[in-house]
């Protein structure tokens, strides 16, 4: 099919954007060579099935089969660079409309997606975070999440991405915020933000044990969220 023609062309980004992706992902297929499949069971601590699956979500990308969407981007953050997901995340914020809305992340990046005295908190708990820790804030991720330096790394990226407004509040960045903002801030946070966006399958451990370890004390049986959302799964599964 004639780019020109083509409904997917450049994945709906642009040329510049997608040029990278492709780029960075023949070096990934490069790298493990025979082996991406294993790769990706490695690193999402997935099945062969799931993982071939993310693999082919990724190539459709890469070869103009699909638009990128944010939640692919959020897959495949792990394996691009993060100078790119954060290009990538500013372009779709501005760009990306989704048929759901409430699948679509805001476009306004004020106060990183959150309600404005949740964001001042945050702000106030980072920057005596890094006031704390001036020379050794991505040694004190590692620490505290039990991570390697690429993954904290990642974590402290998207920590300044979103005190500095370049980017919005995600139910994966929740996850990545855990251990490092106080309890009750973080257990906030978390509230509000898994109660506006949808996330990946590939969340629902993560986003269910924090409902459950972070819910509001005082809840009470079926009016805790964590266990709404397990009735509303039930209902409509037909159970």
Sequence with gaps: MNREDNKYRYSGLTPELHSR????????????????????MQTKQCDRLQARKYCQRFDNVVKERSKLSPVT????????????????QDYLSEHYFSRIAKCR????????GLPEE???????????????YPNSF???????????????????TAINTLYTE???????????????????LFGKIAKYVF????????????VDRIQLEYRTKGELGRDKESVKRTLYKAISMGL
């Design 21 to 40: 992706i492709v780029v960075e992902f023949n070096n990934l297929k490069e790298q493990h060579r025979r082996t991406l499949t294993k790769y990706v």
């Design 73 to 88: 981007l959020d897959d495949m953050r792990e394996y691009i660079t993060d100078g790119l997901a954060d290009d990538l």
């Design 105 to 112: 992340p805001d476009t306004d990046k004020r106060n990183a």
């Design 118 to 132: 949740l964001f001042k908190q945050y702000c106030e708990e980072i920057k005596s975070l890094k006031a704390k």
């Design 138 to 156: 991505t040694d004190h991720i590692m620490d505290v999440k039990g991570c390697k330096y690429q993954k904290a790394n990642n974590i402290r």
């Design 166 to 184: 370049i980017g919005i509040i995600t139910p994966r960045k929740v996850i990545q915020l855990e251990g490092l903002l106080s309890r009750e």
């Design 195 to 206: 109660n506006k966006y949808e996330w990946p399958e590939s969340l629902d451990k993560e």
